[in-house]
Structure formats: structure tokens, C-alpha cells
């Protein structure tokens, strides 16, 4: 009668409650629980779970959480972005406020924007400057829109009063009255512009 080694006895313990831990994390944690917070996200939040994207005439032109670039005079400019509002190059610069090239390039920005908007360097907010840590961030500040109102207005044959009216109408509030600050999503007051002439 062959009897198992000690060794043989003692590692079959050992591998079977890890190999049932490995399986357990992989398939319990890895796959069903991704799968199970996914579907819940759908279900319970459909349109930000599908990326928030904005259509018109059936054709997807955007997504209310991704910033992108507008040149034409008519719509409110967005924020610099470090990864050039591409979303698979999510980036901010890195740069620290003591590097000599960010503050090369923020003076820069700010002299241009003074001059596209009309108003002294020191009026330039700094949103309109700077990139955010994400480098898509779609909002903008109220002070940050208030200074372009004069250009949309003037390129679009708006009253300026209009205009602020169109921008009161999407400026967000911090959520739940204390969570951040208020907010314009450019692509969406844009849009509004759009409709309205």
C-alpha cells in the first residue's frame, strides 16, 4: 500500500485555497462586478453612461463633458487644452508654476486673448489661460464667458443683452448649491447661440 508523502499531503491544502481565492477575485471582482456596476450605470444613468453626447440632425457633434476648440468669432472660446482637446491624449501640461515656458506661454495667451476680447491683459481670467489637469475640461468660468459676451454678440448682430440672457440660461450653479463653483458648459451655450440665430 503506497502512503502520500508528507509533502505531497501538506502543498494539496496550500494551492486549493489559493487557486479558489484567485478565481474568486478574478471572476467575482474582475468580470462580474465590472459588469454589474456597468449595467447599473446604464440603467440608472442611460445618457451619461453613453458618453453624454449631444446630437443633432441625428448626427453625434460632441459630448457635454469634452471640451473642443472654436475659432469662429461668433461662438465663446474654450479653454486651453495641453492635449489639444484629443480624449485619448488626456493631459495637462505638468508644468509647475515656477517654470519659466509656463509663464512664457500664459503671458502669451493672456496678451492674445486681451486683444481678441478687447479688455486690458488684467481683466483676463485665468481659466481663458491656463489648461486644465484633464485638458478637456468643457466649463468655463461665468467671469471667464461675461468677457467674450461683447465679441459673440457683435460677430453674431446680437444685442449684448441676449447674449447675457443665453448665457444666464446655461450657467450652472455648484451642485447641490455648494460643490464647486458655477459653471458654463461652452459646447451647450454655443449650441443655444445657434438656435437662436
Known amino acids: 500500500m503506497n502512503t502520500p ?34 449595467g447599473l450605470g446604464s440603467l440608472l444613468f442611460p445618457h451619461q453612461a453613453g458618453g453624454s453626447l449631444i446630437e443633432r440632425d441625428g448626427k453625434v457633434i460632441g459630448s ?21 482637446y484629443d480624449v485619448v491624449a488626456l493631459a495637462g501640461s505638468n508644468q509647475a508654476r ?4 509656463l509663464r512664457a506661454r500664459i503671458a502669451e495667451a493672456r496678451t492674445a486673448v ?4 478687447q479688455v486690458a491683459p488684467s481683466d483676463v481670467p485665468g481659466d481663458l489661460v491656463t489648461q486644465s489637469g484633464g485638458g478637456i475640461d468643457p466649463h468655463l468660468s461665468p467671469v471667464a464667458i461675461q468677457i467674450q459676451i461683447a465679441r459673440v454678440a457683435r460677430a453674431r448682430g ?13 450657467t450652472e450653479a455648484p451642485q447641490f448649491g455648494l ?11 454655443n449650441l443655444a447661440l445657434d438656435e437662436t440665430r
Open 179 to 189: 460643490l464647486g463653483a458655477a459653471r458654463v458648459n461652452v459646447l451647450e451655450v
Open 5 to 38: 508523502s508528507a509533502s505531497s499531503v501538506a502543498a494539496a491544502p496550500v494551492w486549493r485555497p489559493a487557486l479558489v481565492l484567485a478565481g474568486v477575485a478574478l471572476l467575482g471582482f474582475g468580470l462580474l462586478y465590472s459588469l454589474a456596476g456597468a
Open 98 to 101: 515656477t517654470n519659466p515656458d
Open 64 to 84: 457635454s463633458l469634452v471640451a473642443q476648440p472654436f475659432n469662429d468669432d461668433r461662438y465663446f472660446q474654450s479653454r486651453p487644452s495641453a492635449a489639444k
Open 158 to 170: 446680437l444685442s449684448v443683452g441676449e447674449v447675457e440672457r443665453l448665457v444666464a440660461a446655461h
Open 114 to 117: 486681451a486683444a481678441r476680447e
